[in-house]
């Protein structure tokens, strides 16, 4: 219980963090810049907020210490999160996952798959030592 207890928490910080520069590199960026490069500079500002949120994670208090729980906390938060976001997609653009996916630019899709996957690992990487 504690794992999917921290795994919906990293989970809700990151897509919280993600979900504020959303609007702004939708309404503002992609029209200046093109939908690549608005959404390869925003990847940078992520994979710090999943740093961050995930060492300040596994520093709380009854977040298992162990490897395999700390890898389960990624995989259950990225579980959240592709839930999260193929339900908002469906809601908001009207798509179905399959057909988001093919729309995605092959560059900025490959990057955001990549950070999906450091999204699920960062909890087992960072260290556990905490101040």
Excluded: Q
């Amino acid at each position: 219980m504690h794992v999917l207890r921290a795994g919906a928490l990293y989970f809700l910080l990151v897509f919280g963090a993600g979900f504020v520069p959303g609007p702004i590199r939708i309404l503002w960026i992609v029209p200046r810049v093109g939908t690549r490069t608005a959404e390869l500079m925003e990847a940078p500002i992520m994979l710090v907020v999943i740093a961050f949120a995930a060492r300040w994670l596994v520093c709380r208090p009854g977040v298992p210490p162990g490897k395999a729980s700390r890898l389960g906390v990624g995989l259950v938060a990225l579980g959240f999160l592709l839930t999260a976001e193929f339900t908002l997609v469906r809601w908001l653009r009207g798509l179905t996952p399959s057909a988001y996916l093919a729309e995605r630019d092959p560059v900025a899709g490959a990057v955001y798959v990549v950070l999906l996957g450091v999204f699920a690992i960062m909890p087992l990487f960072v260290a556990r030592k905490c101040p």
